[in-house]
């Protein structure tokens, strides 16, 4: 027994490595040559937006290396980020991701987890609250659009999914929608842009609990100015800021 664990240990490996036949590699080809409508399919943006996020963290510590050897380009990570970001269900299995992009299973992973923390950094730069004289531009754009005064924006819930049960409290995150979830709040301008997101709370909880207890309800001083307002569905209880459509 002793000496088989003196084995294991001295081991990267429990079982013998094959090697594994890889794809031809078509990551220039999707970059430059893939037509832009089935390249916003495939990975969610479109090419000039791509090109937008790999230009916000050209410096960023998790795409260096400690090692001579350097990384894969951010560029090439984040596609494989993004195309898995798109998949669900049988689709997202790491295995078939790896054999698209020609890489390991935990390079996969690896590429994931690398540029969810570089776009997490940048939520501060690219979510912002509009400022009285922003607000005051979206609120004509809106009105000369759809006839809606000191409106400022639309707000909704929506759900993030989880792959599995969360462990504790698993039963609080299912939802109508028979999965497990993370309940939060957006607010849209008219140009489409997040302008404000809340989450954090189990799928369970229903979309006015959460606007009662965000800063666009304990803040309202702060970010609404005048009669300014956000368009609401029927989930949400209409008050000064929020007009039920």
Known sequence: MIEAYGMINRSRYLCKRMPVSRAADNMDFWLNKLDEK?????FRVTRFQFIQIVNLIPDHTIF??????????SWCQLMVALYRFGCDGNGASIGKLARHFRCAEGTVELFTDRWIIALVALVDQVVTWPDADECAEISARIEDVSGFRQCIGLVDGTLFPFTEKPERDGADYSSQKACYWLAGLVVCDDHESIRYLYTGWAGCAHD??????CELQLCQVEMFHGDQYLLVDSGFAPDRN???I
Do not use: I, K
Request: proline share 8%.
């Open 208 to 213: 006015a609990r959460l606007m009662a207890n």
């Open 242 to 244: 929020c007009s039920c």
């Open 64 to 73: 260096s290396n400690m090692y001579n050897v350097p990384q894969t380009p």
């Open 38 to 42: 089935r390249f916003t399919q495939d």
